[in-house]
């Protein structure tokens, strides 16, 4: 199956896992880390879980799961190990159009989760469309050393340097190169090296 790339906007918008184990607790973390209204949706809950309902940052409910419970969602994560609560969850999304991933099981899933490096702004996403996650977990790895942290930095420097240049030139290929001096420079090097008097010295340099 051929999955079509996409990064969906979820801020403030409810998205129900039903599930409350491990890997339920890393599909949270991620929902919240993207702003969305979580609701959690099992019998029990991993201790993370528990800690997060108590700080009041998902809505847990300790129960099984019971039709309705999706409604009003936008997308549904199901990670439980029973199999025909799975495809029930997943009927119900589909008949109501909800997005529904339930956790390694492509044919039952409208999306998939790519494995992401995530370095502030900039997010890599590496995704086998279901066929091998594992390749995908080896591979983000290999990108998590490649692209370290100072890339957080260096977009929040680029979001801030493309407004400034936008201000400046009305030509947009004069924009366009002033961009390119400073994605060409030795910027990211110099924030691994923590010189940050030089960065804002290239940073000038390039406009």
Do not use: W
């Amino acid at each position: 199956m051929a999955f079509y790339p996409l990064y969906i906007d979820i801020e403030s918008k409810k998205c129900v896992v039903v599930g409350g184990g491990d890997v339920a607790e890393r599909k949270v973390i991620s929902l919240i880390e993207c702003g969305a209204d979580v609701k959690v949706v099992s019998p029990q809950f991993t201790s993370g879980l528990t800690r997060l309902a108590e700080e009041g940052r998902i809505d847990a409910i300790k129960r099984g799961y019971e039709p309705g419970d999706l409604e009003g969602a936008t997308l549904a994560i199901v990670a439980t190990d029973n199999h025909e609560l799975n495809r029930e969850v997943y009927q119900e999304a589909t008949n109501n159009n909800i997005l529904v991933n339930v956790v390694d099981t492509p044919e039952l899933c409208s999306f998939i989760v790519p494995s992401t490096v995530r370095r502030g702004d900039l997010v890599i996403s590496i995704s086998t469309s279901g066929s091998c996650p594992a390749l995908a977990k080896n591979i983000r790895k290999q990108l998590q050393q490649l692209f370290g942290g100072e890339y957080a930095a260096y977009c929040d420097i680029l979001r801030d340097f493309r407004a400034k240049v936008t201000e400046l030139y009305d030509d947009p290929e004069e924009r366009k190169r002033a961009l390119n001096r400073l994605i060409d420079s030795d910027v990211v090097k110099l924030l691994k090296e923590g010189k940050n008097q030089e960065v804002e010295e290239r940073v000038r340099s390039c406009i």
